[in-house]
Each structure stands twice: as C-alpha cells, then as structure tokens.
C-alpha cells in the first residue's frame, strides 16, 4: 500500500476505533464500517484539511451516500409515538410505569433492527475505501459521468 493508501486507513481506524486489519480497499463506509452523518462530515472534513482534496463533487451528491446529520426529525417521531404505544400497552396490562418502559425499549430495539435490517443504509450508493483513496491521489472528488 502506498502512503496515502495507508495514512487513510489509519484515518478511517481512528475515526471509527476499529483495527486497520479490519479495514481495506473494499470495506464500503457507511455499509461496512458504519459511517454516516456527523461521523462521514467529520471524517471528510479532515480528509480534505489534510491533504487539500476537492471534494465539491462529493458534497453535490451527499445525500446518495450518507444520511443526515444528527438526529432526523422522523426519529424523533417514532421515539414518541413508540413511547406513547408502550405506555397505552402497559396501562391496558396493568404493568404499570416501569413495565411501560421496559415495553417502549423493547419497541426501540425492535424499530432500530428493522431499519438496520432494511434501512436506508442499504439503498445509498457505497463509497469505498478505494475510492476515497483515488481521490486524494487526484486531488479530487470525481464527478459523474
């Protein structure tokens, strides 16, 4: 591996705490390394602050990629409705306060293996570890053809 090859898995490593043994050219960010929102921002903006990479193109297609930063407004959303659900369960059986919350984490759990399952990360478009590597090697983002 050449020298910015490695220096970007060792980035990637850090950014995401994982062994670069476990990383390489085909691991994909978001699919396989888990990288999205704030952490691909992060991570991008301290790519290009090191090696000066033009990444306008990427930014111009972000949402093909990535999810949104923080927390959606959707999210929010379905923690309430999850949470009134669990409670309206909860007064129905008679399990009382800590039975509702016990039911609202159960729904949580429930909700976020499903979207991990069949969630959006599978229908955005990969980028790879390769491809962030030719990238800094040509000093920018390439676009679509």
């Known amino acids: 591996m050449e020298s910015a090859a490695i220096e970007v898995v060792e980035m990637l490593a850090k950014e995401r705490g994982l062994s670069q043994t ?3 050219a085909s691991s994909r960010l978001l699919q396989d390394l888990g ?13 290009q602050e090191r090696y000066g990479t033009d990444l306008t193109a990427l930014h111009e297609e972000w949402s093909d990629h ?8 959707w999210t929010g959303l379905v ?4 949470a009134v659900v669990g409670g ?17 984490v159960a729904l949580l759990a429930l909700w976020l293996w499903a979207m991990k399952t ?11 570890v390769r ?6 090697e040509a000093g920018s983002w390439p676009r679509r053809g």
């Open 22 to 24: 476990k990383i390489d």
């Open 88 to 104: 309206v369960v909860a007064a129905l059986l008679d399990f009382g306060a800590v039975g509702g919350i016990a039911i609202t």
């Open 118 to 128: 069949w969630g959006p990360s599978e229908k955005m478009q990969p980028i790879t």
């Open 79 to 82: 923690i309430i409705l999850l």
């Open 131 to 136: 491809q962030v590597i030719a990238a800094v």
């Open 66 to 73: 990535f999810g949104p930063e923080g927390f959606s407004g």
């Open 35 to 47: 990288m999205d929102g704030d952490d691909a921002v992060d991570f991008f903006a301290s790519l």
